[in-house]
């Protein structure tokens, strides 16, 4: 096994590796430590069955289940990401954001599948959540230590329903106009990863409306600031996807954007997220 950094600060690519096969305690060690490293992983060149993708995801905690996105039918955990050449609607995942971080316990990170993919475009950008906590202004940093975060399921929910147009359509199915997904869910600004020691910033632009004291209205700027800085050219990596590529990434410790640049070409992604430890060992002790 060999990691190949993608950037100066985010990404690797690994090399040497057949995932079809059984993952022994070894490898399922190393490959942790690389994705506590590089907070994303592209492994190319892997033909994997819905057991292996499985095995995998395993690797890094339990299997997790989205309750807003419907999965396979024989398997509700793992999540069909088609879109059709026909289909000129939105993208799912097509804005900077970590998964269901409106969830109590949202999921440690995902295993993404390539099993169609277009001639061009289709790339996913990830954005390190880390690298942006630690060169961050000191009155920033100041103003968010120790400070709870409103998150809320708007694409779900009723308040902040995003437009008919902008929606993903065709194979992907998503409960909308819950008002349970309206209510805030409060998680910290900046969490901590409880093996490496990293801190993050913890502020989804999708899903947080306030930072608590905050009005959504005084939250707004500080909030845009924060996501500018967070999504700098020098913080990111682009992945470009292959047949049979797998990526793997850390949904506390980083943003990810889908491009949504391949109309007239089929695009067919198999995902899977695990659980990883709870908000509550994230959380940073008090001085």
Not at 77 to 85: D, F, H, N, Q, S
Not at 140 to 148: H, M, Q, T
Not at 250 to 257: E, G, K, Q, R, V
Request: glycine letters at 10%.
């Amino acid at each position: 096994m060999r990691a190949l950094k993608i950037t100066g600060t985010i990404g690797a690519e690994i090399e040497g590796l057949d995932l079809a096969q059984p993952i022994s305690p070894d490898l399922a060690e190393a490959l942790r430590d690389a994705l506590s490293r590089h907070l994303v992983l592209m492994v190319r060149g892997q033909r994997l069955d819905l057991a292996a993708h499985k095995r995998l995801t395993a690797v890094f905690g339990p299997l997790a289940t989205n309750p807003y996105v419907t999965g396979l039918p024989e398997d509700p955990g793992v999540i069909r990401v088609l879109k059709e050449a026909d289909d000129r609607s939105g993208v799912f995942g097509g804005d900077w954001h970590s998964d269901m971080s409106f969830l109590a316990e949202p999921p440690g990170g995902s295993v993404l599948r390539a099993v169609e993919i277009p001639p061009y475009g289709g790339d996913t950008l990830f954005a390190n959540a880390q690298a942006a906590w630690e060169t961050l202004s000191p009155g920033l940093r100041d103003l968010l230590a120790g400070r709870e975060a409103a998150h809320v399921g708007k694409p779900h929910g009723v308040r902040w329903a995003p437009p008919m147009a902008t929606r993903s359509r065709g194979a992907i199915q998503m409960v909308r106009g819950d008002p349970a997904a309206d209510e805030e869910r409060w998680h910290p600004a900046v969490v901590r990863d409880p093996g490496s020691g990293r801190e993050a910033l913890y502020l989804n632009p999708i899903y947080v409306t306030r930072l608590e004291g905050l009005s959504e209205e005084e939250s707004a700027p500080i909030l845009e600031v924060v996501r500018r800085h967070t999504i700098r050219p020098e913080f990111c990596c682009r992945l470009r996807w292959s047949e049979g590529a797998v990526a793997i990434w850390d949904n506390f410790a980083t943003l990810h954007y889908a491009v949504n640049d391949y109309a007239g070409f089929r695009r067919e992604m198999i995902r899977t997220a695990f659980q990883g430890p709870p908000i509550a060992e994230r959380r940073i002790p008090s001085a």
